[in-house]
């Protein structure tokens, strides 16, 4: 199936900000997209990118300048479609398998705090809106113009990673490159007050 | 099969304070604890609620005073045993039904930030350290006595209750009565930052 993998090139993770700084949030980010589009293509798929500005990367990518709801929405006309997020570090192939062999004209995998880390399009009236509490308005939408939905139940599809406390999930559970790339920039696991939570190689704290 | 759920009655969910009193946080973790229950039931399971407190429940349950990681070893010489954590307030017949026919002598579904929420045990020398990181230490114990180990890869199982802004997964997501109580307490979603939050009525944030 095609798959559009929206990505932000020009300032990604800006939320990462606290522990990676602009050179780091760059690189981090394309180390993630690298992992999300090798799984995509070992799960047997076509994955675009759809950029914000020029990737450097073997995978076919276009460059779309308008957010991200209209750059995705411009490309729906091909049903089946699937977006994925460029950012969901612990994705495997198991978990794309459910994704896109599960029943329905619009399939959604929750992330957590109400976003849609990665949907399945198989309807023609249905298109996208990233703003806000994005879940519900998938399902709103689904609703208004008719079509089956489907949620898919899975742990490594509602990891999107934005905030500095979600690297404790790729140090915990990635098996790609990015939690290789946060182990050699010091990151490792340690307990604060009874979470888990990251340091750093240097951090005094 | 036997499923112990372990519930803390003294003083349940203690990093829900800044959004909830003590008897109303008191009320919500018995309400949580029911559909857990319930929902265990429905999937045709036999709960043991194992509290730290007497629990007025039509459960069976017992009273163990000691720490959760003791209370529990302390019922695992049945083989299987599982155990689910009593704040999943998410959890589903099928997210249930996944983990308890998942192959494996230990069987984990992982919670945000490396906790272990649910756990399927077949191996009778695998036991459990609830401690820190508690995902890490299970692999870790399961390598130890040779138990081979299954990872459910379950949304629904990973998000326990713990701090307030868990509560947009259960005003989201929760088909059972802590949604609904929620609700009724007067907690709704709302956007902040273009984050979703929740707020409650009366509120002036």
Not at 52 to 63: A, E, I, N, Y
Request: proline content about 5%; aromatic content about 4%; charged content about 25%.
């Amino acid at each position: 199936m095609r798959v559009l993998v929206p990505f932000d090139s020009r300032t990604p993770k800006t939320r990462l900000s606290p522990v990676l700084d602009d050179d780091e949030r760059h690189a981090f980010a394309r180390v993630m997209l690298a992992d999300v589009l090798a799984v995509l293509q070992r799960a047997g798929h076509d994955p675009l990118v759809v950029a914000t500005g020029p990737v450097d990367c073997s995978t076919p990518s276009v460059v779309d300048e308008r957010p991200l709801t209209t750059a995705v929405n411009a490309r729906l006309d091909e049903t089946p479609s699937a977006v994925v997020m460029a950012d969901l570090a612990m994705v495997t192939t198991d978990a794309i398998d459910r994704l896109l062999s599960a029943d329905g004209e619009v399939v959604v995998a929750p992330g957590i705090g109400g976003g849609t880390n990665a949907l399945v399009v198989r309807h023609p009236q249905f298109s996208v809106d990233y703003h806000g509490t994005s879940l519900r308005d998938h399902w709103e939408r689904a609703r208004t113009v008719g079509a089956s939905v489907t949620t898919v139940d899975s742990f490594r599809l509602s990891l999107d990673v934005d905030d500095p406390q979600d690297l404790v999930e790729v140090l915990l559970h990635g098996d790609g490159d990015a939690a290789v790339w946060l182990r050699e920039a010091g990151f490792r696991l340690a307990e604060n007050d009874g979470r888990t939570v990251t340091m750093r190689s240097g951090d005094s704290s």
